[in-house]
């Protein structure tokens, strides 16, 4: 399994773009990353998940480089409600999810 | 369409009671999984199973039994409470992979259930 190691907490400002950075460097040939995104007293719930290059989606962009050792999530324009603890995860996809490991994630606060 | 239903939302055991936890899902999942949460740690599987009328254990399953004798629900029970059981307990589903870009490639996650035990 692909160990992923990405920053404990990040600070952030209301509007600015943030990007988290999550370290992969053993990922396999038919591991996916994923990303999820938990708010307090919630469960986690899916954000954005790739295989290579750069997928958008309404909430987040996920660049994945061409080695695939690691991945940044991108937030645009954050606001007050995208603070929350955000997950990396990596593996394959085709035999259920329990072999993914939730690490500690990183923890997101914005202010005004 | 509730998704993943889980109860009840708060518990408060005493050592050595015994309890349940109820998750339901209306997705057809085929997979179900338990984590719990601790603070300051990430989420951590108890048990999952893989379809209906089986079950396996995850990274933490010691003092937890777990039953899926219908596919929609997933059973955790705690038979002799502990105060190390008290934390934050997640159910999830998931379906059959289908090609990228489908619904079944996601983790549905419950609500919680926050056990506390005295």
């Known amino acids: 399994l692909a160990k992923t190691t990405q920053p404990i907490s990040m600070d952030s400002y209301e509007g600015q773009e943030v990007n988290i950075t999550c370290s992969h460097n053993?990922?396999?040939?038919?591991?996916?990353i994923t990303w999820y995104q938990q708010f307090p007293s919630q469960g986690p719930r899916f954000i954005i998940q790739g295989y290579k290059t750069k997928v958008t989606n309404e909430v987040a962009s996920l660049f994945i480089p061409a080695d695939r050792k690691s991945s940044t999530l991108s937030l645009p324009r954050v606001s007050l409600s995208d603070t929350a603890v955000y997950y990396c995860l990596v593996g394959p996809l085709n035999t259920g999810f329990q072999k993914l490991v939730f690490g500690t994630g990183t923890r997101l606060l914005v202010s005004p | 369409n509730a998704g993943v239903t889980q109860t009840p939302k708060f518990r408060v055991l005493k050592t050595g009671q015994s309890m349940t936890l109820l998750c339901a899902q209306d997705?057809?999942?085929?997979?179900m999984y338990w984590y719990r949460q601790d603070p300051g740690m990430g989420l951590r599987l108890i048990h999952y199973s893989v379809g209906e009328g089986t079950t396996a254990k995850g990274e933490v399953p010691d003092g937890y039994n777990v039953s899926r004798l219908k596919k929609q629900n997933f059973l955790l029970g705690l038979e002799s409470a502990a105060p190390s059981q008290t934390s934050v307990y997640f159910c999830?589903?998931?379906?059959?992979?289908?090609?990228?870009?489908?619904?079944?490639?996601?983790?549905?996650f419950g609500s919680g259930t926050q056990l506390s035990v005295l």
């Open positions: 999830a589903s998931s379906g059959v992979r289908l090609p990228p870009g489908q619904e079944n490639e996601k983790l549905f």
């Open positions: 997705m057809n999942h085929e997979y």
């Open positions: 053993n990922i396999a040939t038919n591991d996916y």
